[in-house]
């Protein structure tokens, strides 16, 4: 256990260096997300004119929801499939798939890199940037606090295992754009990154609340801006783990019919 | 060590269609065709040889290597490595195995070297005593002092081969795979590299599968000899059973004192004929260089001659151009 907390560390460790190699990458994300911020507050503060609240939320709640979501959205909407598909097309999969680590943890610890890479400059300057210029309200109680981050350390976990399958299914695609792009509209619209769930229509509303979506960035934020009662914890809760169980098991079996048939061909 | 046993390997290819019809027509029913990368492949090998793996370009020789690291599944046929599985059992046999490609990196490319061999090091779970140990002694075999400290993608080819060999033997696996390590490579570099793979065999005992199209390489460091063509395994011999079977010929040349003449030997053939020199090739089961010699008539002037000799290069390259029987 502790030699595997070694080895993972030493892989996050480097994935965090390799990332803060790339200055320029950094702060064109950071700008992204901060007009994103900026354009998100203000569509809801038009939106809400003379109105109270939409659907028993109020303009606070959803703002706060927005603007927080727009500020972790880099920590969750990262794609391996380009990176994947490139070592696939290039055969530098065999030095992969050659390793004593499992190919998805490899990613996992790269992706923990990248995550902290990506708090450390941009998540968190856009949180306090959100902070000093926008009123947000925070709960004041600890236990949500506590539920929210489990809720959102699932989050990253189920948005890892979605991309981990998306990459794993591009083994067998030549060319991986559509399905990239597919995924993360699906993941934005779906988990709620950008319109929150409860202003989605029924029917439509409850079909996408039982999707493995919701758990990457609904849940959480929903969680953190007092949009989830006391009651409806666990099956919030429940519903975040029981999808990470079922994405976990499809993505081992993809894993299995993938290195079955993989082919890697010339040099 | 190594045993392939009736090792095929098949590949189904999408033929994508001629044209914008044909395209259109692939992207309904798509046409498939089956090429046999690797036909029906045995061979044993046993622990400390050095192999060297030879075959023409798309002969099979780099699906061989990935049947054997475990990372392509065999269609039919067996692969064992150290009594294992390789793909069943594919973090174990990683453990067993180094491997170097030529024309690929397993090393971090913006980070400085040092640091991919402590990731590598973490990723193999090495103690931090075995670690400083295995590196020392890497960095001075392969002198890479200078240039170990900078990031990989600042480095030359021949430097960064170098990191790609010591990056592949950092956790001493017992066996060593290497695809075309010298391709591109100075001739400095090249034989510092091959030095230390004999070196690497003799003290560790690590046996080592060699690919390379420089059969000058082979010939310095590969006792035994494996050649491959279209999947097929044609020819696994040591490089005196090749010399012994296929390098017979050889090659006279004589310099006159004055123009030559008309001359018809017993045995032997004339290839070439150029002022005052004569090309003549014999083979050797048959006459010997001083018995030609002594056929010429008396009484002309003979200033030079030499012998040139089938070399395993040339021997090889005959073999790859005819075949076994040409």
Same mark, same amino acid.
């Given at each position: 256990?502790?030699?595997?907390?070694?080895?993972?560390?030493?892989?996050?460790?480097?994935?965090?260096?390799?990332?803060?190699?790339?200055?320029?990458?950094?702060?064109?994300?950071?700008?992204?997300a901060?007009?994103q911020i900026f354009v998100f507050h203000q569509l809801w503060a038009v939106l809400f004119t003379g109105v109270d609240d939409y659907a028993g939320f109020t303009l606070e709640q959803t703002q706060t929801y927005v603007v927080i979501s727009m500020s972790i959205m880099p920590l969750l909407d990262?794609s391996?499939?380009?990176?994947?598909?490139?070592?696939?097309?290039?055969?530098?999969?065999?030095?992969?798939?050659?390793?004593?680590?499992?190919?998805?943890?490899?990613?996992?610890?790269?992706?923990?890199?990248?995550?902290?890479?990506?708090?450390?400059?941009?998540?968190?300057?856009?949180?306090?940037?959100s902070?000093?210029?926008f009123s947000i309200a925070m709960p004041?109680s600890?236990f949500t606090w506590i539920t929210f981050l489990a809720s959102f350390c699932m989050a990253y976990y189920t948005a890892f295992l979605m991309d981990?399958i998306a990459?794993?299914w591009?083994?067998?695609?030549?060319?991986?754009?559509g399905l990239f792009y597919a995924k993360w509209n699906l993941l934005q619209i779906l988990g709620g990154m950008y319109i929150p769930l409860w202003f989605f229509p029924s029917p439509f509303k409850e079909i996408v609340l039982l999707l493995p979506f919701r758990g990457v960035a609904f849940t959480p934020l929903s969680i953190l801006v007092g949009g989830v009662a006391p009651e409806e914890l666990p099956m919030a809760l429940g519903l975040q783990i029981f999808w990470i169980i079922m994405l976990l098991w499809f993505s081992?079996?993809?894993?299995?019919?993938?290195?079955?048939?993989?082919?890697?061909?010339?040099? | 060590?190594?045993?392939?046993?009736?090792?095929?390997?098949?590949?189904?290819?999408?033929?994508?269609?001629?044209?914008?019809?044909?395209?259109?027509?692939?992207?309904?029913?798509?046409?498939?065709?089956?090429?046999?990368?690797?036909?029906?492949?045995?061979?044993?090998?046993?622990?400390?040889?050095?192999?060297?793996?030879?075959?023409?370009?798309?002969?099979?020789?780099?699906?061989?290597?990935?049947?054997?690291?475990?990372?392509?599944?065999?269609?039919?046929?067996?692969?064992?490595?150290?009594?294992?599985?390789?793909?069943?059992?594919?973090?174990?046999?990683?453990?067993?195995?180094?491997?170097?490609?030529?024309?690929?990196?397993?090393?971090?490319?913006?980070?400085?070297?040092?640091?991919?061999?402590?990731?590598?090091?973490?990723?193999?779970?090495?103690?931090?005593?075995?670690?400083?140990?295995?590196?020392?002694?890497?960095?001075?075999? $392969?002198?890479?002092?200078?240039?170990? @400290? =900078?990031?990989?993608?600042?480095?030359?080819? &021949? *430097?960064?081969? /170098? #990191?790609?060999?010591?990056?592949?033997?950092?956790?001493?696996?017992?066996?060593?795979?290497?695809?075309?390590?010298?391709?591109?490579?100075?001739?400095?570099?090249?034989?510092?590299?091959?030095?230390?793979?004999?070196?690497?065999?003799?003290?560790?005992?690590?046996?080592?599968?060699?690919?390379?199209?420089?059969?000058?390489?082979?010939?310095?460091?590969?006792?035994?000899?494996?050649?491959?063509?279209?999947?097929?395994?044609?020819?696994?011999?040591?490089?005196?059973?090749?010399?012994?079977?296929?390098?017979?010929?050889?090659?006279?040349?004589?310099?006159?004192?004055?123009?030559?003449?008309?001359?018809?030997?017993?045995?032997?053939?004339?290839?070439?004929?150029?002022?005052?020199? $004569?090309?003549?090739?014999?083979?050797? @089961? =048959?006459?010997?260089?001083?018995?030609?010699? &002594? *056929?010429?008539? /008396? #009484?002309?002037?003979?200033?030079?001659?030499?012998?040139?000799?089938?070399?395993?290069?040339?021997?090889?390259?005959?073999?790859?151009?005819?075949?076994?029987?040409?």
């Amino acid at each position: 256990m502790v030699l595997m907390a070694r080895t993972g560390l030493a892989l996050i460790t480097a994935s965090l260096q390799e990332k803060l190699v790339y200055r320029f990458d950094l702060i064109m994300g950071l700008l992204r997300a901060l007009i994103q911020i900026f354009v998100f507050h203000q569509l809801w503060a038009v939106l809400f004119t003379g109105v109270d609240d939409y659907a028993g939320f109020t303009l606070e709640q959803t703002q706060t929801y927005v603007v927080i979501s727009m500020s972790i959205m880099p920590l969750l909407d990262r794609s391996f499939l380009p990176q994947v598909n490139e070592r696939i097309r290039s055969g530098n999969i065999v030095f992969d798939l050659a390793r004593p680590v499992y190919y998805g943890n490899l990613l996992l610890y790269q992706g923990l890199g990248q995550f902290a890479a990506t708090l450390l400059t941009t998540s968190l300057p856009l949180l306090v940037f959100s902070f000093v210029f926008f009123s947000i309200a925070m709960p004041d109680s600890v236990f949500t606090w506590i539920t929210f981050l489990a809720s959102f350390c699932m989050a990253y976990y189920t948005a890892f295992l979605m991309d981990l399958i998306a990459s794993l299914w591009g083994f067998w695609i030549a060319s991986v754009w559509g399905l990239f792009y597919a995924k993360w509209n699906l993941l934005q619209i779906l988990g709620g990154m950008y319109i929150p769930l409860w202003f989605f229509p029924s029917p439509f509303k409850e079909i996408v609340l039982l999707l493995p979506f919701r758990g990457v960035a609904f849940t959480p934020l929903s969680i953190l801006v007092g949009g989830v009662a006391p009651e409806e914890l666990p099956m919030a809760l429940g519903l975040q783990i029981f999808w990470i169980i079922m994405l976990l098991w499809f993505s081992k079996f993809m894993y299995a019919r993938v290195v079955k048939k993989l082919a890697v061909q010339g040099g | 060590m190594i045993k392939a046993l009736n090792l095929s390997k098949e590949f189904k290819v999408r033929q994508p269609g001629q044209g914008v019809l044909g395209k259109l027509k692939s992207l309904a029913s798509p046409e498939y065709k089956i090429i046999k990368a690797v036909d029906d492949v045995s061979f044993e090998i046993q622990s400390g040889e050095i192999i060297g793996y030879l075959g023409p370009n798309g002969a099979g020789k780099s699906t061989t290597i990935k049947l054997l690291t475990g990372v392509l599944e065999p269609t039919s046929g067996s692969v064992k490595v150290a009594e294992r599985i390789p793909t069943r059992d594919r973090t174990r046999n990683a453990y067993e195995i180094g491997v170097v490609y030529g024309q690929r990196s397993q090393l971090w490319w913006d980070l400085p070297l040092i640091d991919s061999f402590q990731i590598l090091s973490a990723m193999y779970k090495l103690s931090e005593l075995r670690y400083e140990e295995n590196l020392e002694r890497l960095v001075s075999l $392969l002198q890479m002092e200078e240039f170990i @400290d =900078q990031p990989v993608r600042k480095l030359s080819l &021949g *430097q960064r081969m /170098r #990191g790609e060999i010591a990056a592949a033997l950092l956790h001493e696996p017992p066996i060593l795979y290497l695809d075309e390590p010298t391709i591109g490579v100075d001739v400095v570099s090249k034989n510092r590299i091959l030095e230390f793979i004999q070196k690497l065999n003799q003290e560790k005992e690590v046996t080592v599968i060699l690919t390379t199209h420089n059969l000058a390489d082979v010939e310095k460091v590969c006792p035994r000899i494996l050649i491959i063509d279209q999947g097929r395994i044609i020819l696994d011999a040591s490089q005196e059973q090749i010399l012994e079977r296929f390098g017979k010929k050889r090659l006279l040349e004589v310099e006159f004192e004055d123009q030559p003449f008309d001359l018809t030997l017993p045995v032997g053939e004339i290839v070439k004929q150029e002022e005052n020199k $004569l090309w003549i090739q014999f083979d050797r @089961d =048959q006459t010997s260089a001083f018995d030609l010699v &002594g *056929q010429f008539p /008396r #009484g002309r002037g003979i200033r030079d001659v030499s012998i040139t000799e089938d070399n395993i290069e040339s021997v090889i390259a005959q073999i790859y151009e005819h075949g076994l029987d040409g």
